[in-house]
């Protein structure tokens, strides 16, 4: 009888059961994949970015290309399979909706599953598109302290962070790659080694090299060289109910990548431990800015501002915006807000359309709490609070959000921690090249920072 159904089945159409088998290794569970492989970050006594450096090479890659743009999935296609057939063991990891449309064009298998499985896993991000993909990708590690380096490819309608052109995507992964190789220099009259820099003098070349790197020394960068990291400062917020309660874990951020499905956070393996002995609620983080904002209701929000615990003014306004550096280019610079250098550490502090005219936009130290309460004032039942772009919670009176900056600073062993790694794309002028190139080049070029009239 069984042999009967199986040909009837082939005799209509139907698949035989092993193939569809076959089929579902295409996309496997992040799981199998080893644990991440976490990088070090040097200072540079040359460059005021820091130096990458890779224990081992990087086998975990996320890529995150821009959606609902099929030339951009195209470019993303060509990616893998380029670092496929150059670099091995590197697993590609891509998020669900992504996967299921490119695992068809691929001859290798692809990894996936729901985001909040990726911070163990992923040793190296990469995008191709806008600034948002470049957002979506942080905004998978926003309960965490710890960021994979993002590679990111300018693709998209505004290019601010994007550092790289998708032209250069071989140079771009292959200095990423060989960070922390320490092999002999043997093809330094290459174009791609010619225009790498930062070098951090920390080894002589002499140490064992890891397995990984033995069959690449056709492609190595040389033993002083390594690609440059601007470590980008992130805001640590905080939402409480009106008893005091921190309420982070409850809060339910989406992926754009699956719309239709909350994904609640989840929270670091190990937990940090109060000296209670109770494990601390971890804080969300954004790479651009917090915001709380009327939304849809007819009045104006009503927030009372405490800088450093002491009252600063009632704002009457449609929001206020806690902004980083990096988002002072962003929502808070269409608000009114100044340009700060992402290096300088500070946080910006802006009104929305406030009533009025004598609330200007504050600079404050990085380390400054700001909190946000919900005026006994305030007439809308609600107001929405957005992290990055995401709405992430509701507050209504009586409750607050306590806002500070991320620590950035080296450890005691002399290694970077904290806020999002992005590898900056080199000048190609060597040690003598401007770390400001692309900031300053993103003044004039998107921004069209005095630009001439007529």
Same mark, same amino acid.
């Given at each position: 009888?069984?042999?009967?159904?199986?040909?009837?089945?082939?005799?209509?159409?139907?698949?035989?059961?092993?193939?569809?088998?076959?089929?579902?290794?295409?996309?496997?569970?992040?799981?199998?994949?080893?644990?991440?492989?976490?990088?070090?970050?040097?200072?540079?006594?040359?460059?005021?970015?820091?130096?990458? *450096?890779?224990?081992?090479?990087?086998?975990?890659?996320?890529?995150?290309?821009?959606?609902?743009?099929?030339?951009?999935?195209?470019?993303?296609?060509?990616?893998?399979?380029?670092?496929?057939?150059?670099?091995?063991?590197?697993?590609?990891?891509?998020?669900?909706?992504?996967?299921?449309?490119?695992?068809?064009?691929?001859?290798?298998?692809?990894?996936?599953?729901?985001?909040?499985?990726?911070?163990?896993?992923?040793?190296?991000?990469?995008?191709?598109?806008?600034?948002?993909?470049?957002?979506?990708?942080?905004?998978?590690?926003?309960?965490?302290?710890?960021?994979?380096?993002?590679?990111?490819?300018?693709?998209?309608?505004?290019?601010?962070?994007? *550092?790289?052109?998708?032209?250069?995507?071989?140079?771009?992964?292959?200095?990423?790659?060989?960070?922390?190789?320490?092999?002999?220099?043997?093809?330094?009259?290459?174009?791609?080694?010619?225009?790498?820099?930062?070098?951090?003098?920390?080894?002589?070349?002499?140490?064992?090299?890891?397995?990984?790197?033995?069959?690449?020394?056709?492609?190595?960068?040389?033993?002083?060289?390594?690609?440059?990291?601007?470590?980008?400062?992130?805001?640590?917020?905080?939402?409480?109910?009106?008893?005091?309660?921190?309420?982070?874990?409850?809060?339910?951020?989406?992926?754009?990548?699956?719309?239709?499905?909350?994904l609640p956070p989840v929270a670091p393996e190990v937990k940090e431990m109060s000296k209670s002995g109770e494990p601390v609620i971890p804080d969300l983080h954004a790479i651009n800015e917090l915001?709380?904002?009327?939304?849809?209701?007819?009045?104006?929000?009503?927030?009372?501002?405490?800088?450093?615990?002491?009252?600063?003014?009632?704002?009457?306004?449609?929001?206020?915006?806690?902004?980083?550096?990096?988002?002072?280019?962003?929502?808070?610079?269409?608000?009114?807000?100044?340009?700060?250098?992402?290096?300088?550490?500070?946080?910006?502090?802006?009104?929305?359309?406030? #009533?009025?005219?004598?609330?200007?936009?504050?600079?404050?130290?990085?380390?400054?709490?700001?909190?946000?309460?919900?005026?006994?004032?305030?007439?809308? #039942?609600?107001?929405?609070?957005?992290?990055?772009?995401?709405? #992430?919670?509701?507050?209504?009176?009586?409750?607050?959000?306590?806002?500070?900056? *991320?620590?950035?600073?080296?450890?005691?062993?002399?290694?970077?921690?904290?806020?999002?790694?992005?590898?900056? #794309?080199?000048?190609?002028?060597?040690?003598?090249?401007?770390?400001?190139?692309?900031?300053?080049?993103?003044?004039?070029?998107?921004?069209?920072?005095?630009?001439?009239?007529?």
């Open positions: 009888m069984a042999c009967t159904r199986v040909a009837f089945r082939l005799r209509r159409g139907f698949s035989r059961e092993f193939s569809t088998t076959a089929r579902r290794l295409e996309i496997r569970d992040v799981s199998e994949l080893p644990q991440r492989t976490v990088p070090r970050y040097r200072t540079s006594p040359t460059s005021s970015l820091l130096s990458l *450096e890779w224990p081992e090479p990087p086998r975990n890659v996320l890529v995150v290309p821009k959606l609902y743009a099929p030339k951009v999935i195209t470019s993303a296609v060509d990616f893998v399979k380029h670092v496929n057939a150059e670099y091995p063991n590197v697993n590609f990891i891509f998020e669900h909706r992504v996967a299921s449309t490119i695992h068809d064009s691929l001859p290798f298998p692809i990894y996936s599953s729901e985001p909040s499985h990726f911070p163990a896993k992923i040793d190296l991000v990469a995008t191709l598109g806008g600034d948002g993909t470049i957002l979506r990708a942080a905004s998978l590690f926003s309960l965490h302290t710890s960021v994979p380096p993002i590679l990111s490819f300018s693709m998209g309608t505004l290019g601010f962070l994007g *550092e790289w052109k998708f032209e250069e995507y071989k140079r771009a992964w292959r200095e990423v790659y060989m960070c922390g190789s320490r092999v002999a220099v043997s093809d330094l009259q290459g174009p791609h080694t010619q225009a790498a820099n930062g070098r951090h003098g920390q080894h002589d070349g002499s140490e064992t090299l890891s397995e990984g790197w033995a069959n690449m020394r056709g492609k190595n960068m040389g033993a002083t060289r390594a690609s440059k990291i601007l470590l980008r400062h992130r805001l640590k917020v905080g939402v409480y109910d009106a008893n005091g309660v921190n309420i982070n874990e409850h809060l339910l951020p989406t992926s754009t990548a699956a719309l239709h499905q909350p915001v709380i904002h009327r939304g849809p209701n007819p009045h104006l929000a009503i927030v009372d501002v405490y800088v450093g615990n002491r009252f600063l003014t009632e704002a009457v306004a449609d929001g206020i915006l806690v902004s980083t550096p990096t988002g002072s280019t962003a929502y808070s610079l269409s608000a009114g807000g100044t340009i700060i250098h992402p290096l300088t550490k500070s946080m910006l502090l802006t009104p929305i359309c406030a #009533r009025t005219l004598s609330f200007r936009h504050l600079c404050l130290p990085l380390n400054k709490k700001v909190v946000l309460k919900v005026s006994k004032k305030n007439r809308g #039942r609600e107001l929405e609070v957005s992290l990055d772009g995401k709405r #992430r919670a509701g507050v209504t009176i009586g409750m607050e959000i306590r806002v500070t900056g *991320e620590v950035v600073a080296p450890d005691a062993t002399g290694n970077w921690t904290g806020g999002v790694p992005c590898v900056i #794309r080199s000048s190609g002028q060597g040690d003598d090249g401007d770390d400001d190139d692309g900031w300053v080049g993103g003044l004039n070029e998107r921004l069209k920072f005095n630009y001439p009239v007529g």
